[in-house]
């Protein structure tokens, strides 16, 4: 008896026929072809459009809104990546200075001196894990974000 685990047909590995020739593509062995990315898909990005949209991210640590919005508004007709990212940079960097504005009004009773740090910690965080997945080609998502720009 054989004690080899039995063999499967794979696209590395086609079925061969007994006259040595490989088997037909059209068989139900083989594994169908996966169809072409959409035209706007995310496996269209260039390298250009991931880095505009990584810099969407991080020029919330050097100008604040300023910078992302003037990124946006350059590249949002020309880059559809871009206007994506931009404008959920721009949402997150909103809400990170309307819950900072909420943090320091709740100092006066107390909470506000531990959500302060929590939102300064909880935006840097976040700011770069949107900055690697722009760069990767993903479009992010922040969480806990006000959606004011449409």
Known sequence: MNNEPPQFPSDENPPQNPGGQQHDPSSPYHAPQSPPPAAGSLAALTQDDRTM???????????????????????????PFVDDQGKEALNFQ?????????????????????????????????????????????????????????
């Not at 949209?53 to 880059?79: E, N």
């Not at 302060?116 to 806990?144: E, K, M, Q």
């Open 53 to 79: 949209g990584m810099l969407c991210h991080l020029l919330a640590f050097a100008f604040a809104p300023i910078g992302t919005l003037v990124l946006w508004l350059l590249k949002k007709d020309t880059m």
């Open 94 to 150: 909103i809400s990170v200075w309307i819950y900072s504005i909420v943090s320091g009004f709740l100092c006066i009773v107390g909470i506000g001196f531990i959500l302060l740090p929590i939102v300064t910690v909880g935006s840097i965080v976040f700011i770069i894990l949107a900055a690697v997945a722009a760069n990767n080609g993903t479009a992010y998502r922040y969480p806990f974000t006000i959606r004011l720009i449409k």
